[in-house]
């Protein structure tokens, strides 16, 4: 637990979320409403990102791990990775699939905090 | 003039479009109303009305003008813009008539044209019943209209010295493919999903185009008006350029421009044959199906990487905007429909 007090995080950001929907959406002009609802989403996305932030770490770091990306922290791994992408080290079926799969883990955990209704379209 | 706008900015908005106005008609030119339109992510598009004096002439405008930093690297300038659009208008295109000539409003480039009535939000256009009846008639019209923007003449309309073309020695995909390679660098975020479509993009190209044409570059559901009876205007000419034409067909198929209505493949409002065919009789050219299918995945990734583009608008101070911010993470959606098309064409 942190030392602060309640409200936690989470929690200022799913009161400021419904300030916006349920007050400020509700009494502003068109734009101004349609602003709110994006205000509204971008804090939904910053909730459901703090709440899996842990569990999304270890998940990627493990799965970097698999395609030989051992040193360094994520993000310089991730780099790495790309700059292999590029220049031709995933181009074989076998390193193409297990890449492939990487990302597709990794997209559906972005829409997972981004959007999760998208998966279920 | 409801606008977040400070008073100031508006003023010397209002100042200079009624020095431009009056120098151009030689009268004396009178804003009555001047509104920053909702929408717009790249350039602002505002609501002017003047009344020119002596006399009773009224004209509704609106002017588009440039906002802060580049949306990506293929915009054009907002005098190309005009260019384009009045090369438009004179072939019969239905486009908003461009009055004047391109303007600097505000120290801003801009440019005024007709105020054209109706809808162009995408969502509403592909779910409202009002928009029932156009949107039976929208596949038609889209189709007639993008086949007469492909036979304009570029050469002849003088454009071909203001557009973007692809020299002779590449194809128009390995210039896209370029030009995202370059627009991904300036983002300088690690993507592995954008860099396996694209290393998959540059691997799997088909044939080069047959022909090279002028392209609209963003033609959508969005970008056009629509009132009650269709298509009132083609909007959004600021990625024009000379290309291959398959990509105007091929990019309303992009799943973000079904606005949620995923089961009408082209645009939200029509499946992916009848539009295709739509075109090919209004065109009177053949569409390569398996062209298409490869554009719309070169598609997902041109606005994955078009929309963090944006969110780099936002976060570079340039034009800070809670909209363009949430594009950020908007592009994890394209990133997933391009792999899922990739997959798709590995089982076929």
């Given amino acids: 637990m942190s030392l602060h007090d309640r409200p936690t995080v989470t929690e200022i950001l799913a009161a400021v979320r419904g300030y916006l929907n349920d007050e400020v959406a509700k009494t502003s002009d068109r734009r101004a409403r349609f602003r709110a609802l994006i205000a509204a989403n971008v804090l939904g996305i910053a909730e459901r990102e703090l709440l899996s932030a842990d569990e999304d770490a270890r998940f990627e770091d493990e799965r970097l791990r698999t395609l030989g990306y051992v040193e360094g922290a994520a993000a310089e791994r991730r780099r790495r990775l790309c700059a292999d992408i590029r220049s031709g080290k995933f181009d074989s079926p076998e390193r193409f699939v297990a890449g492939f799969a990487y990302a597709s883990e990794m997209v559906a955990r972005k829409l997972a905090v981004s959007n999760p209704r998208y998966l279920k379209r | 003039m409801a606008e977040r706008s400070n008073p100031e900015a508006l003023d010397v908005v209002r100042n200079d479009v009624e020095r431009f106005l009056s120098e151009q008609t030689g009268k004396e030119a009178r804003v009555t109303d001047a509104r920053l339109l909702a929408g717009g992510a790249s350039q602002e598009s505002w609501s002017v009305d003047v009344v020119l004096e002596p006399g009773e002439e009224r004209l509704a405008l609106v002017m588009r003008r440039d906002m802060g930093g580049v949306l990506t690297f293929a915009t054009l300038p907002r005098a190309t813009e005009f260019a384009v659009i009045a090369a438009a208008h004179a072939a019969g295109v239905p486009v908003p008539r461009p009055y004047f000539e391109p303007a600097t409003i505000g120290g801003k480039p801009a440019f005024f044209m007709q105020r054209v009535e109706g809808e162009a939000v995408g969502r509403r256009l592909v779910t409202d019943p009002t928009f029932a009846d156009a949107r039976a ?61 694209l290393r998959w993009l540059a691997r799997n190209e088909p044939s080069p185009e047959t022909e090279r044409t002028l392209v609209h570059g963003d033609f959508r559901i969005g970008n056009i008006l629509v009132g009650a009876t269709g298509l009132n205007a ?73 929309a963090l583009m944006q969110a780099r608008r936002h976060l570079s101070g340039v034009e800070p905007s809670i909209e363009l911010a949430s594009l950020g993470r908007l592009s994890a959606e394209m990133e997933h429909e391009a792999l899922r098309l990739i997959s798709e064409r590995g089982k076929g």
Avoid at chain 2, 155 to 177: K, N, R
Avoid at chain 2, 262 to 284: F, K, M, N, V
Avoid at chain 2, 290 to 300: D, M, P, T
């Fill in chain 2, 137 to 197: 008639k929208l596949p038609e019209q889209m189709a007639q209209a993008l086949a007469q923007i492909h036979r304009i003449d570029v050469h002849a309309a003088g454009l071909d010295a203001l557009l973007p073309a692809a020299d002779a020695a590449q194809s128009a995909i390995q210039v896209e493919i370029e030009r995202l390679y370059r627009e991904l660098d300036s983002v300088d975020e690690a993507h592995p999903a954008l860099e396996l479509a």
């Fill in chain 2, 234 to 306: 083609i909007l959004d000419w600021e990625f024009a350029r000379v290309g291959d034409p398959m990509e105007d067909v091929a990019w309303p198929c992009v799943r973000a421009w079904r606005f949620g209505n995923d089961a009408l493949e082209a645009g939200g409002i029509t499946d992916r044959e009848t539009w295709l065919r739509a075109y090919e009789r209004a065109s009177g050219r053949s569409v390569d199906r398996g062209r298409i299918a490869y554009l719309e995945i070169l598609g997902n990734v041109r606005w994955a990487v078009g």
